[in-house]
């Protein structure tokens, strides 16, 4: 199974045609794959702030959004995920790269990996936690989970769930 | 002029519009001058009313009016170059420009003293920039409508604010009523 391609297929039959996205090497693949598809409008931004904003707009025009992005956006969406996202309860899924998990080889990353959960927990967004490649089974629910809700739900990958980081 | 005074005079060409309004004052002058469905008011969220009116804008074809001011523009600059790179030609970011944080206690920005942002929308690749003076704004936002091209416009008035009451309208309200809008 190629994950890349999964987690876009998903993505496309749950609708959703507005994809923006900060990048994260753990995230090239996706992001490449989305850019490809015909059915997905991809507008890539600068911070992650910015690209909830984007989607924010893209949900009130008719389109379903997601966000693709690194944990270390957590630490910059937390004023815009309380005072945007969620006080017009709007839908977002969020595809989070997790960075600083099992297999990080950055240790600066850590830093941030460890108040990951707690921020999400903090601010009661649903979170799910890829570790296996088998997890992204889970994914089509998520999106209907998200979008029968209206709330913005995490979705954190780590390395091992991408397959490491090979010689790194 | 100040604010308020360019947006009553607007008014009237933006009541049967769908317009995204900036955090603060600006949303509470206009919802007390003319409260319309078709307007997003931002409760929150300081920066991101330009692109919240540009993903409405590429998802559906009406015409969408942002109203920002140049504090807002200057805490999301990043906002430029992803506007200028995804063209929508049902795009008007009206950009108030008083040289102040309005909403805080006139406080200066960097906009009222060297730095031009008309200059840096240029620079983001932005086509269509147009600087103006407050009195100008109406004839240049209608013609910006008239155009159906992408225009970012740099309104530039003096600082001060009406005295309006805050907005207590549920944002679910405000949220819904707007896609209900959109979508009519």
New interface residues.
Partial sequence: MNIDQKITDDLVANDIS?VTTVPCKQLAGVIKEIDARDEI?H?????E???????????????R?AIIMQNTAIGVTI??L???IQ????PLPMLISYRGELREPVACQVEMAVHTKALLAQMNIPTYHFHKQSDVEELDNILKYTFMCNKPVAILTDANFWGGYGDQ | MIRSEILKEIAPILRDQLVVCNIGIPSQELHAIDDQPTNFYMLGTMGLASSIGLGLALSQPKPVIVIDGDGSILTNLGTLPTIANNVADNYILLIVDNGSYGSTGDQPTYAGQKTSLAKMAEAAGCERVIECAAEDTGRVLQEALDGKQMTIIVAKCESGNAKMPVITMDPVVIRDRFMKAVRA
């Fill in positions: 507005f409008f507008i890539p931004s600068n911070k702030d910015e690209g909830m904003g984007l989607c924010a707009g893209a949900w009130m025009g008719g389109k959004p004023n815009t309380a005072t945007l006080f017009y309860r709007m």
